[in-house]
C-alpha cells in the first residue's frame, strides 16, 4: 500500500510588457516547482517546493493601470511540508 510519487512542472513565460506603452518589458523566464508525496494507509506526508532553480521572477502588475510601471519580484525558492492523518 505505501507508495511514492515525484513530480515536476516546468513553466516557461516569454517576454513580457510591463507598462501599456510597451516601453518596458521583463524577458523570457522559467521557472520549475516540485513536489515529493510519500502515503502509508493512516497518513501521507508531501513536499513542496517552489521556483527550485532559485531563478529571479518578475511580473508586471496591471499594466492597464494609468502610469502604473511596477513590477513584483517573486519569492526565492520556497519549500512546505504537509503531513495529514487519516482515523
Do not use: H
Not at 510519487?5 to 506603452?21: E, I, M, V
Not at 518578475?58 to 494609468?66: G, M, N, Q, S
Request: aromatic share 16%; hydrophobic share 40%.
Amino acid at each position: 500500500f505505501p507508495y511514492t510519487t515525484l513530480f515536476r512542472s516546468p513553466q516557461f513565460q516569454g517576454r513580457q510588457y510591463a507598462d501599456d506603452q510597451d516601453a518596458l518589458y521583463i524577458p523570457a523566464e522559467y521557472e520549475l516547482d516540485g513536489f515529493l508525496f510519500y502515503r502509508r494507509k493512516t497518513w501521507d506526508a508531501t513536499i513542496n517546493v517552489k521556483n527550485m532553480t532559485n531563478n529571479r521572477i518578475l511580473d508586471p502588475i496591471d499594466v492597464t493601470f494609468a502610469g502604473n510601471d511596477a513590477i513584483y519580484v517573486r519569492p526565492p525558492i520556497t519549500a512546505s511540508l504537509t503531513i495529514r492523518l487519516r482515523f
